[in-house]
């Protein structure tokens, strides 16, 4: 079992910038951020493999968001720029049971570990 604790979250003006954190217990492999606005559906942020070599991003976010883990910590980070006020939501780190070295995973429904999420508010 794989427990996973977000953290780094709050409030920040448009512009601004913020960094999640995200410390998992047990082993992980390739690891992901999705996020929730309300009244919407759960859309897909950044994937990182196992190695932290490999990464994905949401088109939409690209040149904005960086994902990165520590392999020493067993914690994975966002950090976020630019921000703005459709950025707002819950965000959530998740992980899957196993994947290769360099293997991505998009897909909400093929992870099987999720943080109970954290908030990240954008005033604008």
């Known amino acids: 079992q794989v427990q996973l604790v977000e953290s780094g979250g709050g409030l920040v003006q448009a512009g601004g910038s913020l960094r999640l954190s995200c410390a998992a217990s047990?082993?992980?492999?390739?690891m992901g951020w999705f996020r929730q606005a309300p009244g919407k559906e759960r859309e897909f942020v950044a994937t990182?493999?196992?190695?932290?070599?490999?990464?994905y991003y949401a088109d939409s976010l690209k040149g904005r968001f960086t994902i990165a883990r520590d392999t020493t910590k067993n914690t994975v980070y966002l950090q976020m720029s630019s921000l703005k006020s459709e950025d707002t939501a819950v965000y959530y780190c998740t992980a899957v049971s196993y994947s290769s070295l360099e293997q991505i995973v998009t897909t909400a429904r093929d992870y099987d570990y999720w943080g109970q999420g954290t908030q990240v508010t954008v005033s604008s």
């Open positions: 047990g082993r992980t492999f390739t």
């Open positions: 990182i493999s196992r190695s932290g070599r490999n990464t």
